[in-house]
């Protein structure tokens, strides 16, 4: 991602949390899709 680039909605909150758990947003989605049908908390947790 190019730095002049002003993201907007969720996507603004991409760089921080890659910086904050060393993963990009990417890896996240995708286990996700691993555990899918499960509650919201289950997820996070």
């Known amino acids: ?5 002003k993201l907007k909605g969720p996507a603004s909150y991409f760089p921080s949390i890659e910086k904050t758990y060393g ?19 289950e997820m996070v947790n």
């Open 23 to 41: 993963q990009p947003v990417e890896h996240w989605l995708s286990l996700l899709k691993v555990i899918n049908g499960k509650k919201n908390m």
């Open 1 to 5: 991602m190019t730095e002049n680039v």
